[in-house]
């Protein structure tokens, strides 16, 4: 069965320090990840997805996630976290050989960055 | 170009009353898809359609109805609301249901309260 695993309900980090969010998976063959950012009180926004090739991938608003298919991990990353970046945060796979074409959601990483 | 349209934000429904929570894309998506959002569980799929015409069950379909009679349209329909049902809504849609690497897009939720 496919599933994600955001293994930090919370992670705080001072602004300007880098950051890390977790999120590892289980699903039969190879993958599509994503992540997805949360602002309170609004949808989910896009921010990046492997797809395949280079392990780095680049995202919106300097995140970037590193693709792990021995450790079956794809974690978020940023060298220098913003107070603005404080949001909900989600993990996201979808099988590519799916019919049904839906994303499994991990259940979230709230990130706050002190100032 | 205003990407997924979800109304009304926000809604308080009594128990038993009846609601459709309304979902409109005009980026001529192919796949539609309904989610709803509790804490600490992520998202979880309610319903999908892959075009006009076709929709089928996701994860949690109980209580909920869809029609897809358009490509543009994919109303939700709450049948006899429920205290279980108080959740956020996200409307969702792709380009293509073929390749499962295209991103998914995200409406800015529903906020729905059963008392």
């Known amino acids: 069965a496919q599933s994600v695993a955001q293994p930090e309900d919370q992670v705080n980090v001072a602004e300007g320090n880098p950051l890390t969010v977790k999120c590892t998976y289980s699903?039969?063959?190879?993958?599509?990840l994503f992540w997805y950012v949360q602002y309170p009180n609004r949808g989910l926004q896009f921010l990046l997805k492997?797809?395949?090739?280079?392990?780095l991938v680049k995202g919106s608003y300097g995140f970037e996630a590193e693709f792990n298919k021995s450790q079956t991990s794809f974690h978020l990353k940023k060298p220098s976290a913003l107070v603005s970046d404080s949001a909900l945060y989600f993990c996201?796979?979808?099988?590519?050989?799916?019919?049904?074409?839906?994303?499994?959601f991990g259940r979230g990483t709230q990130l706050t960055v002190w100032p | 170009n205003a990407g997924v349209t979800q109304t009304p934000k926000f809604q308080v429904l009594k128990t038993g009353q009846s609601m459709t929570l309304q979902c409109a894309q005009d980026?001529?998506?192919?796949?539609m898809s309904w989610y709803r959002q509790d804490p600490g569980m992520g998202l979880r799929l309610i319903h999908y359609?892959?075009?006009?015409?076709?929709?089928d069950q996701g994860e949690v379909p109980n209580g909920y109805n869809v029609s897809r009679s358009t490509t543009e349209d994919f109303p939700l329909r709450l049948l006899s609301a429920a205290p279980s049902q108080t959740s956020v809504y996200f409307c969702?849609?792709?380009?293509?249901?073929?390749?499962?690497?295209?991103?998914?897009?995200f409406g800015e939720g529903s906020w729905l309260t059963v008392v």
């Open positions: 969702a849609s792709s380009y293509s249901f073929e390749s499962s690497g295209n991103t998914i897009y």
């Open positions: 699903v039969s063959g190879n993958p599509y």
């Open positions: 492997y797809i395949t090739g280079d392990n």
């Open positions: 996201a796979v979808r099988d590519r050989g799916s019919t049904l074409g839906r994303l499994y």
């Open positions: 980026m001529n998506h192919e796949y």
């Open positions: 359609s892959v075009g006009a015409g076709i929709t």
